[in-house]
T-cell receptor, first 113, second 115 residues
Framework: NAGVTQTPKFQVLKTGQSMTLQCAQDMNHNSMYWYRQDPGMGLRLIYYSASEGTTDKGEVPNGYNVSRLNKREFSLRLESAAPSQTSVYFC????????????FGEGSRLTVL | AQSVTQLGSHVSVSEGALVLLRCNYSSSVPPYLFWYVQYPNQGLQLLLKYTSAATLVKGINDFEAEFKKSETSFHLTKPSAHMSDAAEYFCAVRANSGGYQKVTFGTGTKLQVIP
């Protein structure tokens, strides 16, 4: 069972470079999310997509853009990376049928120099 | 508005001892509550969830949590710690917000198990 798959797992960028984190889920879930995890701060929501064709800002959206390409795929783009965006990024998905339980990918560790 | 407070960013217990990780929540509507576990270099996985069916919830690996509305708490316990329980644990609360299942996480508690 693949579940939620994220790529890449590791990435090093220089300040100002751009990149896209890819996420795909095979559970037919409606909702998808991007979180970032920083030490001592738990998980903070960057963007979410409640259903195919919709996206909305979370707590910390500045510096990011997202695309819900289809029901399976939800990508996160950094247009001009900054050192403050060094973090571990997690994609997750959920379905109303499972009372909001989130299913997470294994994470993408991004370092911006 | 909803929030979660986890008391203690680090907890150490001896192998075989009781594990108690504390979580208090605030929510303007009846909440769904979750505990997730994160092992090193992995994503989060669900340990257990409270969805109003029963106040004492049992999860995987002998963990359980009790929902106490009067104390707005959802503490996680395990009778006997095992070395494999060393991980970071996150409490989370979910409430509907305009049709979107908004989930708010606590800041996490790292559990160390001492042999």
């Amino acid at each position: 069972n693949a579940g939620v798959t994220q790529t890449p797992k590791f990435q090093v960028l220089k300040t100002g470079q751009s990149m896209t984190l890819q996420c795909a889920q095979d559970m037919n879930h409606n909702s998808m999310y991007w979180y970032r995890q920083d030490p001592g701060m738990g998980l903070r929501l960057i963007y979410y997509s409640a259903s195919e064709g919709t996206t909305d800002k979370g707590e910390v959206p500045n510096g990011y853009n997202v695309s819900r390409l289809n029901k399976r795929e939800f990508s996160l783009r950094l247009e001009s990376a900054a050192p403050s965006q060094t973090s571990v990024y997690f994609c997750a998905s959920s379905s109303p049928a499972n009372t909001g339980e989130l299913f997470f990918g294994e994470g993408s560790r991004l370092t911006v120099l | 508005a909803q929030s979660v407070t986890q008391l203690g960013s680090h907890v150490s217990v001896s192998e075989g001892a009781l594990v108690l990780l504390r979580c208090n929540y605030s929510s303007s509507v009846p909440p769904y509550l979750f505990w997730y576990v994160q092992y090193p270099n992995q994503g989060l996985q669900l340990l257990l969830k409270y969805t109003s069916a029963a106040t004492l919830v049992k999860g995987i690996n002998d963990f359980e949590a009790e929902f106490k509305k009067s104390e707005t708490s959802f503490h996680l316990t395990k009778p006997s710690a095992h070395m494999s329980d060393a991980a970071e644990y996150f409490c989370a609360v979910r409430a509907n917000s305009g049709g979107y299942q908004k989930v708010t996480f606590g800041t996490g508690t790292k559990l160390q198990v001492i042999p």
